[in-house]
């Protein structure tokens, strides 16, 4: 019998409500792209022709390349839903797909509404999830076997990794396993509730069956899994579809494989380069909004969807390029809102560097950064300046008012910069400094962006300072190879702030979070020596090694033995206080697997706080997408109201247009 996690299954018979539709095939989409012609296409077209309520965009760029399994880009973010949301404030879940959902240390269950469809009329339910989630956990070579994390053999690294057993009926699944050291594979669960209905993946699923019956999964080998599951759960490949391909609704003749989208909005034809959706009725939101359908215009050109704005032809869009004057042009019918913050560009710093491990000197080249004149030369009203480094952008809970009064908010100080150097033994000798060593104080600012403003200004503003900085660019792949073998001083780069779907970002706990996976760290080397340190000094701690990957795991028998790498910061809220040791990467890996919100919130103050003190990253820019709609045709929800927070362009579903997929638009 094989050593599998264990499942019910209940399969449901489909039945189509309404005539069956395609989706987009790679094929398609390529179709799509090469009959746009940016500078002939009038924007004003796609709506005039439609009976009822249709609401227009823009949309820069041509349709990304999408396949029936995974679609990225925009139609993952709009055509596609989730059990949940968390509100952007609160934490507290709004549900979607699901009714309810339940988590502990040793198992997550998610229930589905009753009655939910897929846009092709067939019924989503507990067995879309549940199959996928056993493949994919039973089947994938990235993970060790469920025995070997069983018996304790293998410490989980993922909250995935830690499942042992699967189950699901109707409209609930349910996920068993070891998740106190771990992030809750909730949020993998939430954002696959509506990805992959069965029809996509039958042939996988007897596939996958024939393969394990006969062999448990320690003796399956790896590669077999990764042939079969790896290639196929992520991507439904070619072979598990029909040759006729994936057709659009106007197009499918009852041959091929039927579309099924899970979101509000399902793409059903093309015309004329202009991608139409149409409504879900079936969906839980349909009854909010008497928008029938959703029209997208592809272009090419750098300036079509400001045109389109200046014009007023399009409802709505997302625009992250914006300055004052574009603003000041757009019609009168046009209201803005502000998006939840997407990117976050800083200078990420190499801990190898004996001078870069000192904090005081992180602080100091933090403290000569003018950030309002870097937001100021970007020339884009939707950036600005990052207010409280570790703190800006994350959830309000997670820093009260008190705490975020007493972190350091690092303004552009030199007096402040020039005593954090001298206390690290630095000396100014005519406007220069130099080391400990007596050395001439240089830095190398990396960079593999083909606009390099931002850059240059930083190397000006520590130039200016005394220190002899250069900004360098070098091609992409070069760059994150000189990142990865730490072969660098400093280098700009970005981050994303988070997701809405369910998973709790904190960036100060999960910068250190890789520290359990040996090599995933090694380009900032960031507390590196002192988990190496305390490995060696302490027996309930040492180091896996997988022989087939060459990855590395710290492994340890309570999570208590995790309380001995420590780092300085003064006591919580006391800026000014006697600096103390404090366990971060405990608190770290507390902060990911904590169920609880409050318990959540106090080891997110704790990482957020040591974060912020010890500056591993030196935060700069902040970029929170802009957001206009038409409010004289359409009735949309106040800028205050909360959901333009779920408004982000890497959040899955709540997406570009969080008002649309929500039903929250309506005809005036």
């Not at 993922?158 to 992030?183: N, P």
């Not at 705490?403 to 220069?432: I, Q």
């Amino acid at each position: 019998m094989t050593d599998a996690p264990r499942r019910v299954r209940r399969d449901v018979t489909a039945i189509s409500r309404r005539k069956l539709c395609g989706s987009i095939a790679t094929a398609g989409l390529g179709a799509v792209a090469g009959c746009i012609d940016p500078d002939a296409y009038d924007p004003s077209d796609p709506t005039r022709r439609l009976d009822g309520p249709a609401w227009h965009t823009i949309v820069s760029g041509f349709l990304p390349e999408v396949n029936v399994g995974q679609p990225d880009g925009l139609l993952e973010r709009f055509a596609f839903d989730v059990g949940f949301r968390r509100h952007p404030e609160t934490g507290e879940p709004t549900y979607v797909l699901a009714s309810s959902f339940e988590e502990t240390d040793s198992s997550v269950s998610i229930t589905l509404r009753d009655g939910l469809e897929w846009s092709n009329g067939e019924p989503l339910t507990g067995s879309d999830l549940g199959r996928w989630a056993f493949m994919r956990r039973m089947g994938s070579s990235l993970f060790h076997p469920p025995s070997a994390i069983r018996s304790g053999n293998r410490r989980p690294r993922s909250g995935f990794e830690a499942i042992t057993d699967v189950e699901w009926d109707e409209r609930t699944v349910t996920v068993a396993g070891d998740f106190e050291t771990v992030r809750s594979p909730l949020f993998e669960l939430n954002t696959f509730v509506g990805r992959y209905p069965r029809s996509y993946y039958e042939r996988l699923w007897d596939a996958f069956e024939e393969s394990f019956q006969e062999r448990t999964t320690d003796e399956q080998p790896r590669e077999s899994r990764s042939e079969l599951i790896d290639d196929h759960i992520r991507r439904i490949g070619d072979e598990f579809l029909p040759s006729e391909g994936v057709l659009l609704e106007d197009e499918y003749d009852g041959d091929g494989i039927e579309a099924a989208y899970s979101g509000l909005w399902y793409p059903t034809r093309r015309e004329d380069g202009v991608l139409y959706f149409s409504r879900n009725d079936a969906h839980p939101f349909a009854e909010r909004t008497d928008v029938e359908t959703v029209a997208w215009t592809f272009h090419e050109g750098p300036n079509r969807l400001r045109n389109a704005l200046r014009s007023g032809v399009v409802d709505g869009a997302m625009i992250t390029d914006v300055n004052d004057e574009l603003l000041e042009e757009l019609p009168d019918e046009y209201e803005r809102f502000e998006a939840r913050g997407d990117r976050l560009a800083g200078v990420t710093v190499n801990h190898d560097v004996t001078l870069l491990r000192n904090r005081d000197v992180r602080a100091a080249l933090l403290y000569a950064i003018d950030r309002d004149q870097l937001a100021q030369n970007l020339r884009r009203s939707t950036v600005e300046p990052v207010s409280i480094p570790g703190i800006t952008g994350q959830s309000p809970s997670w820093g009260t008012d008190g705490l975020r009064k007493a972190l350091r908010s690092y303004r552009y100080d030199l007096e402040r910069a020039t005593t954090l150097l001298t206390n690290a033994g630095f000396r100014r000798t005519d406007g220069e400094w130099q080391t400990p060593a007596g050395d001439t104080f240089d830095l190398e600012l990396l960079t593999s962006g083909s606009s390099t403003s931002m850059e240059h200004t930083i190397a000006d503003q520590w130039s200016s300072f005394g220190i002899d900085a250069t900004a360098r660019s070098i091609e992409g792949t070069s760059y994150q190879t000189r990142l990865q073998d730490g072969t660098f001083y400093t280098a700009v780069d970005e981050w994303s702030v988070g997701s809405a779907s369910g998973q709790r970002h904190n960036r100060a706990g999960e910068y250190v979070e890789s520290l359990l996976q040996g090599n995933d760290h090694r380009y900032s080397g960031y507390l590196v020596d002192e988990v190496a340190s305390e490995v060696e000094a302490n027996p309930n701690l040492w180091w896996s090694d997988e022989a087939s990957t060459g990855a590395r795991t710290l492994e340890f028998e309570a999570l208590d033995d995790l309380r001995g790498i420590t780092v300085e910061a003064p006591p919580l809220g006391e800026p000014t206080g006697s600096l103390q040791e404090w366990p971060y990467l405990y608190h770290a890996i507390r902060l990911r697997s904590e169920r609880e919100l409050d318990a959540v919130a106090e080891h997110a103050k704790i990482c957020t706080w040591v974060y912020n003190y010890q500056v591993p990253v030196l935060e700069l820019l902040f970029e929170k997408p802009m957001i206009v709609h038409d409010t004289v045709d359409w009735e949309v929800p106040r800028p205050s109201d909360p959901i333009w927070r779920f408004a982000n362009e890497k959040n899955h579903s709540g997406g570009l247009w969080a008002a649309l997929v929500w039903g929250e638009v309506t005809s005036a």
